[in-house]
């Protein structure tokens, strides 16, 4: 729920709304798989009920929209009257929840490895159009978070048309992420720079504090959520958005850190509780072993997957 209303020297009224803005889908509601890794009883409804009965989230980003199956379960919600599009863009369910379309992809990093990222569109209508664009890209586009056959320039040009905005995610886990498995500079990866991005999101692997050590990531905004594969991981990190309204259009705002719109807290696990804090060994690319390791995180503003010290 959000809270009472807090006053902004920048521009209208904001009220704090709770947000999870990156959760799967497992399963259509005719039963097709779309996260084959996401529990079976992940549908576009169990989240709606988890977030509205369970979790008190106000705004939830479902990053499978290029899915068709899950376009056809939302546009369901529309014809059925429980959901209606929002002129500020995403779509309010019961006067409730605001649904969030979004599309996570795999793509390929100039200088080897791969990594995920986010793009956040306004409508089901920029959903289709981008569903329709990955279609003869990716193998199978029902199927979740697959590897495109695209560059991170032309993924971001496709979204922006869209009138949307593209975020690296989970961006310091070791697999299938940014810092993690692609570059030790995030401005390395487009010529603008990182202020391309609309933000960046954690993960569970890292916080604000780990993050902001890192200087070419002080123009952005951070983003804590769930990556849940099972209704009962939804919200189990999530963020505190001071907006006017629950819309898409406010969310851009807060990530911009315009008119007053913020992102006021990111709630996390601690990092050093996740499977992905430890280092692992540089040279066959196991996990190493305490004693064995000394803890190197940051080198001039770059980060260091660790050194042996014997």
Same mark, same amino acid.
């Given at each position: 729920?959000?809270?009472?209303s807090?006053?902004s020297?920048?521009?209208?009224t904001?009220?704090?709304?709770y947000?999870?803005?990156h959760v799967?889908? &497992?399963?259509?509601?005719k039963?097709?798989?779309v996260?084959?890794?996401? +529990?079976?009883?992940?549908?576009?409804r169990?989240?709606?009920?988890?977030c509205l009965?369970?979790?008190?989230?106000?705004?939830?980003?479902?990053v499978?929209?290029a899915s !068709?199956?899950?376009?056809?379960?939302?546009?369901?919600?529309?014809?059925?009257?429980?959901?209606?599009?929002? !002129?500020?863009?995403?779509?309010?369910?019961?006067?409730?929840?605001?649904?969030l379309?979004?599309?996570?992809?795999?793509?390929?990093c100039p200088?080897?490895?791969?990594?995920h990222f986010v793009?956040?569109?306004?409508?089901?209508?920029?959903?289709r159009h *981008?569903?329709? /664009?990955?279609?003869p890209?990716l193998t199978?586009?029902?199927?979740?978070s697959?590897?495109?056959?695209?560059?991170l320039?032309?993924?971001?040009d496709a979204?922006?048309?869209?009138?949307?905005?593209?975020?690296? %995610?989970?961006?310091?886990? !070791?697999y299938r992420?940014?810092?993690?498995s692609?570059?030790?500079?995030?401005?390395?990866?487009?010529?603008e720079?990182?202020?391309? /991005?609309?933000?960046?999101?954690?993960?569970l692997?890292a916080?604000?504090?780990?993050?902001?050590?890192?200087?070419e990531?002080?123009?952005?905004?951070?983003?804590?959520?769930?990556d %849940?594969?099972s209704? %009962?991981? *939804? +919200?189990?990190?999530?963020?505190l958005?001071?907006?006017?309204?629950?819309? /898409?259009?406010?969310?851009?705002?807060?990530?911009?850190r315009q008119?007053?719109?913020?992102v006021a807290?990111?709630y &996390?696990l601690?990092?050093?509780?996740?499977?992905?804090?430890?280092? /692992?060994?540089?040279?066959?690319g196991?996990?190493?072993?305490?004693?064995?390791?000394?803890?190197? !995180?940051?080198a %001039?503003?770059?980060?260091v997957?660790?050194?042996?010290?014997?």
């Amino acid at each position: 729920m959000p809270s009472p209303s807090l006053p902004s020297a920048d521009g209208p009224t904001v009220r704090e709304y709770y947000a999870d803005l990156h959760v799967h889908v &497992g399963r259509t509601e005719k039963g097709q798989p779309v996260k084959v890794a996401a +529990a079976a009883g992940l549908t576009v409804r169990a989240v709606v009920a988890e977030c509205l009965e369970r979790k008190g989230i106000d705004l939830v980003g479902l990053v499978d929209c290029a899915s !068709p199956g899950v376009l056809e379960d939302l546009e369901d919600l529309v014809r059925e009257g429980r959901a209606a599009p929002l !002129p500020g863009g995403g779509l309010r369910v019961e006067g409730r929840l605001t649904i969030l379309p979004a599309v996570e992809l795999e793509l390929a990093c100039p200088a080897g490895g791969v990594a995920h990222f986010v793009g956040y569109l306004p409508t089901l209508e920029a959903a289709r159009h *981008i569903s329709a /664009f990955l279609s003869p890209r990716l193998t199978n586009v029902q199927l979740s978070s697959q590897r495109a056959r695209l560059t991170l320039p032309e993924w971001l040009d496709a979204v922006e048309a869209e009138g949307g905005v593209v975020l690296p %995610a989970h961006a310091f886990t !070791p697999y299938r992420s940014v810092y993690g498995s692609c570059t030790r500079r995030l401005g390395e990866l487009l010529s603008e720079g990182p202020a391309r /991005f609309g933000g960046l999101e954690l993960g569970l692997s890292a916080d604000t504090e780990l993050a902001d050590r890192l200087a070419e990531l002080a123009e952005l905004t951070f983003l804590s959520n769930s990556d %849940a594969h099972s209704p %009962a991981r *939804i +919200a189990r990190e999530y963020n505190l958005l001071a907006l006017a309204e629950p819309s /898409f259009a406010e969310v851009v705002l807060a990530l911009r850190r315009q008119g007053g719109r913020r992102v006021a807290a990111n709630y &996390g696990l601690d990092p050093r509780l996740g499977k992905y804090y430890r280092t /692992f060994c540089p040279r066959c690319g196991s996990l190493a072993l305490l004693g064995r390791l000394k803890p190197v !995180p940051f080198a %001039a503003g770059r980060i260091v997957r660790g050194c042996w010290t014997g």
